[in-house]
């Protein structure tokens, strides 16, 4: 009697499939005696991806990555894959999936007057309890507020004037020295504004924002400030000469 040991090999094996075309996994039980070549057909018709553009990747049962599966004539069960292992379908050409381009889905679009007619939604509840900009007296006192702060900005600019030298105080900065060389209204922003050349490069730009030049100064010593952050007086320029001690 022979003392050996046979073993016996399931000529079949259970496999998770992944691919990049969609996020869906599928199982599928291929034989092991079939080729790589063999198998990249018949997941053609499982992925949709073209045998010749399809990379194979090989993972454990427990997701970990194993080795690529490149080699057309080696077998599949030359490769170590058990039941419950993992092969991702890598498509090199680049296709999206119509189940997962959201390009193509038909957007449904609600008309805003028949949107305002529903009584379950998020504005109908706004209106019911007076939430937000559907409280009349809470905008109306925001729109008193904006207006008065507006009206207070505007006229602490009427009383600054181009060349005055000025110390800027902006809210959670450091106090910066500067000169006055704009004041008015700009194109990139509503209300009134104060262009400054600081004494030293803490600025953002040269005087020129979104194309337009306001004044001109050395780039990185210019900025624009609100009215209120501004404050006029015998502010003597700084002398940053470093060749002096």
């Known amino acids: 009697m022979d003392g050996g040991m046979t073993v016996v090999t399931n000529p079949t094996v259970n496999v998770r499939l992944t691919n990049t075309i969609s996020s869906f996994e599928v199982a599928r039980r291929f034989n092991r005696g079939i080729s790589i070549a063999e198998l990249k057909g018949k997941l053609e018709m499982i992925v949709g991806a073209s045998p010749s553009c399809m990379d194979l990747e090989l993972f454990s049962v427990s997701d970990m990555f194993l080795q690529k599966m490149d080699d057309g004539e080696a077998l599949l069960g030359s490769y170590p ?8 379908v890598i498509d090199k050409s680049g296709q999206i999936s119509e189940f ?28 019911k309890h ?50 006055v060389m704009y004041v008015g209204t700009t194109d990139f922003k509503p209300g009134h504004w104060v262009g400054v050349k600081y004494d030293e490069p803490l600025g953002k730009h040269d005087g020129t924002v979104a194309g337009k030049r306001y004044f001109e100064c050395e780039n990185k010593y210019g900025g624009f400030v609100k009215p209120l952050s501004v404050t006029v007086g015998d502010f003597p320029e700084e002398n940053y000469d470093l060749d002096e001690m």
């Open 81 to 88: 894959v058990d039941d419950n292992c993992r092969i991702h």
């Open 100 to 127: 997962t381009d959201v390009s193509k889905v038909e957007k449904f679009e609600l008309p805003d007057d028949a949107y305002d007619k529903r009584t379950d939604s998020a504005r109908s509840f706004m209106k």
């Open 130 to 179: 007076a939430v937000g900009q559907f409280n009349e007296e809470e905008m109306a006192k925001k729109k008193a507020e904006v207006a008065a702060r507006m009206a207070e900005q505007e006229a602490a600019a009427d009383a600054l004037s181009v060349g005055s030298r000025c110390k800027v105080q902006v809210p959670e900065q450091p106090m910066k020295l500067a000169t």
